[in-house]
């Protein structure tokens, strides 16, 4: 005779989802929970950077063809300091052919940033997006417009004070202008995500407080970025490091990254399709050859700080979540 099973307990709540952010936390701290390791951030790391050697392989032989369609086999296999130099300089060029493959690996940093998420920390990789888990499209659009008048009297207030500059236009203007509007926003993304998004993450999972993790990934973040733009110019570099700053600033008090998009991708379209009409794009660009000065940094300071103040103003008005709401996080 057999024994009848013993009775059922009472169901006890449903289990914590594992990949949740904790409620109540901030953009840097979407990674610290229960689950998260002191090495996941350098593991994350590893495959950030074997990521981008990769997208540099796959991409190689391409780019390869590319300079060589301009400068021919001698000077692209020469040590000739001249020859060395017009390859460096096809290589920079802003051709379009060499524009797309300069912007593909930028873009796929998106790529990179979900994937390093979701290999390497315990959280879904949706939640580089904003402490929401998705994109908030919303407010991503109204970054936008909030910023593009003021960006449009910066650059164009600059090039008519410069004299209005113009120059011929390149050959293929129509198809600078066209990936302008159509990668660029994407090539800005992809900076974002890398710089902003994976990194602020990585570094805020060490801290159990957000201010130390936004403190020191803008001092990285600052200096990463300006130094991956190639030029070691003292004022480039600190213009580039201010935005990475305001960036970082933005991405922690919006709870999201599409404020620190918006404000990348307005700054590079206007100004690249404003040099690319006026024959002018080659300025447009920051490279190794590149320099500023005291009162161009300036009025570039304080425009980046007039745009992030409005944007946290507008953020404010919307709304816009900073900490993980209740109806999707997980409770600690």
Sequence with gaps: MTSAPPPLGPLGPPLRPLDLPLI?????????????????????????LGSLLALIAALLPAMSAAILSEVGWDALLSSDPEDVAAVEEAAFSNSAPLTLLNNL????????????????????????????????????????????PLFLVYVLGTWALDGTPTAPRS????????MTFVLTPLQAAGEEYLFRGWLLLA????????????????????????LAHGSLDPWILLDLAVFAVAAVVLTWRTGGLEAAVALHVVNN??????????????????????TGSPLATLVSVVVISLATALLLWQAKRAGVARAVPVSVGARP
Excluded at 31 to 46: A, I, K, N, Y
């Design 24 to 48: 109540g936390h901030e953009y840097p701290q979407l990674l610290r929970t229960p689950r998260s390791r002191w090495w996941q951030p350098l593991l994350s790391l590893l495959l950030v």
């Design 105 to 148: 690996p930028l873009i796929a940093l998106i790529g990179v940033a979900l994937l390093a998420v979701a290999v390497c920390h315990p959280v879904a990789a949706r939640f580089v997006h904003s402490v929401e888990g998705r994109v908030r499209w919303h407010w991503l659009l109204r970054a936008h417009l909030v910023l593009l």
């Design 171 to 178: 050959a293929d203007w129509a198809w600078l202008l066209a």
């Design 203 to 226: 570094i805020g999972s060490w801290f159990r407080r957000p201010v130390p993790a936004v403190v020191l990934t803008a001092l990285v973040s600052a200096g990463t970025f300006a």
């Design 269 to 290: 379209v206007v100004i690249l399709a404003a040099g690319t009409l006026a024959g002018t794009v080659d300025e447009s660009y920051v490279d190794a050859e590149a």
